[in-house]
């Protein structure tokens, strides 16, 4: 059987596999148990046609879309579906519009899906707002970005978020199986044959993706010459030239998540802070001065003065970036990462710092001691800014008197921990203390 007989005979739109297997009802739908299980506060609201304004969100190929087609398989409402990529501004007024007289004048509802919501903007999407508030339409939103960082507040708050998680490569197989054996709608009018380790191989680099793993079978049975006895066989060769590695997805939203990762890693795993750092940099394409940044941000933040020297060496690394550039500066990129992981941690520097804001939100004003005053020129004695003492004239290189203005007198502002060089500061302190 050609491609041409296959698409006349069994597929007369020419809809692509994945197409033609999405699942119409919740008991066909794969994964998200967690959201869309028996019992299920989503799962109940679709049985009962009691949707609310929600979004969903999650990564591609997770369901966003196939819930949405459930839903308005399910639902009495009238279910009108925009792309954000597409629609406008008056687009969304349209359907508003009629929604409101379809409210007025029959009692019905309407629920307005919009796919991609994370490419509406702000204006566009605050069209939306009193639609929703009044009740006129029912918002059903899917994005893959983080909602947070795209989606209004306003019609954030107004819809109840359900985040979908990653499908694993079991629910690909699961996907392909059924396909397989569908005569309706999928692979099973075929004399086809599918190895194990084909189908092993397209779950993997679907990486979750039903989408992708039927669309990599179908090419795979379409493009395979039948043998004598008319057998499609699917092998691991056939498998491997029908989907390659997938593009790691680099958006925004994940390009901030991995740097997080790296920072807090730098607090605790020498092998996750490498790992992130490498990942963003040869699998998303991330700048690594972007990393080194943080890194000396953490030298402060993190580290500081248990050991200064995880500073210089972050800064130094920076420079051997600028001038070596990539991939010629991994190792010392690598060797700074990994020094500001294994060194003593102390975010005395952080509180230091909080500490003295505090303090100037205090106060109104900080006059400075007389003794601390300039006094370089003539007549400062007359206006008595004299009696600094000089530290390095005193055993220890160092005197007590009054360094801060007379409002703040006696207040820390640093406490030095007990890790690593800091622990000697401590002592020092007590020290200065002891002879106050």
């Known amino acids: 059987m050609d491609l041409f007989s296959y ?4 597929d007369p739109s020419g809809r692509l596999l994945a197409d033609r297997m999405r699942p119409k009802t919740l008991d066909e739908y794969i994964g998200q148990e ?5 019992g299920k506060l989503l799962r109940r609201a679709i049985e009962a046609d009691q949707i609310s304004s929600i979004l969903l969100y999650g990564p591609p190929g997770c369901g966003k879309t196939t819930l949405a087609h459930i839903i308005s398989n399910h639902t009495q409402a009238e279910f009108v579906r925009l792309n954000a990529v597409d629609a406008s501004v008056k687009d969304v007024r349209e359907v508003i519009e009629k929604a409101h007289n379809d409210k007025s004048f029959y009692g019905t509802k309407t629920i ?11 204006s566009r999407q605050d069209a939306l707002l009193p639609a929703v508030e009044k009740g006129t339409i029912i918002f059903i939103g899917a994005t893959t970005e983080n909602p947070f960082h795209y989606v209004n507040g306003a019609l954030l708050s107004r819809s109840t978020l359900f985040q979908l998680e990653p499908l694993t490569k079991e629910h690909s197989l699961i996907a392909m199986t059924r396909a397989l054996s569908d005569r309706d709608k999928g692979l099973g009018f075929m004399k086809l044959e599918a190895s194990d380790e084909a189908l092993q191989h397209i779950a993997e680099m679907a ?15 379409m493009t395979t010459p039948p043998e004598s006895d008319g057998t499609v066989r699917i092998t691991l060769e056939v498998a491997e030239e029908s989907i390659r590695r997938p593009l790691v ?8 998540d991995v740097l997080s990762a790296f920072h807090k890693s730098i607090r605790g795993s020498s092998d996750a802070a490498l790992f992130w750092f490498l990942y963003a940099v040869e699998k998303l394409g991330m ?13 402060s933040e993190d580290i500081g003065l248990a050991n200064p020297q995880a500073m210089v060496q972050a800064v130094s690394a920076l420079e051997a970036y600028r001038n070596n550039g990539w991939p010629e500066a991994k190792l010392n990129i690598a060797q700074a990462i990994l020094f500001a992981v294994e060194s003593p941690k102390s975010n005395a520097v952080v509180m230091a710092i909080s500490n ?17 005053r300039d006094a370089h020129y003539k007549g400062a004695v007359k206006l008595g800014h004299t009696g600094y003492k000089y530290p390095h004239n005193f055993p220890g290189h160092y005197v007590k008197q009054d360094y801060l203005p007379p409002n703040l007198a006696g207040r820390t502002f640093y406490q030095a921990t007990e890790q690593g060089n800091e622990s000697k500061i401590r002592h020092n302190q007590e020290l200065r203390r002891r002879e106050e």
Do not use: C, W
């Open 7 to 10: 698409s006349r005979e069994n």
């Open 34 to 38: 967690n959201i869309i299980g028996p």
């Open 112 to 122: 307005l899906f919009l796919d991609e919501v994370h490419r509406f903007n702000s």
């Open 207 to 221: 990486n979750g993706d039903i989408r992708r793993a039927l669309n990599a079978l179908e090419l795979a049975a």
């Open 249 to 256: 997805k680099a958006d925004e939203s994940t390009q901030y």
């Open 287 to 299: 700048d690594p001065m972007t990393f080194l940044r943080r890194l000396i941000a953490a030298a």
């Open 356 to 372: 003295a804001m505090s303090a100037m939100d205090e106060v109104k004003s900080a006059e400075v001691p007389l003794h601390l």
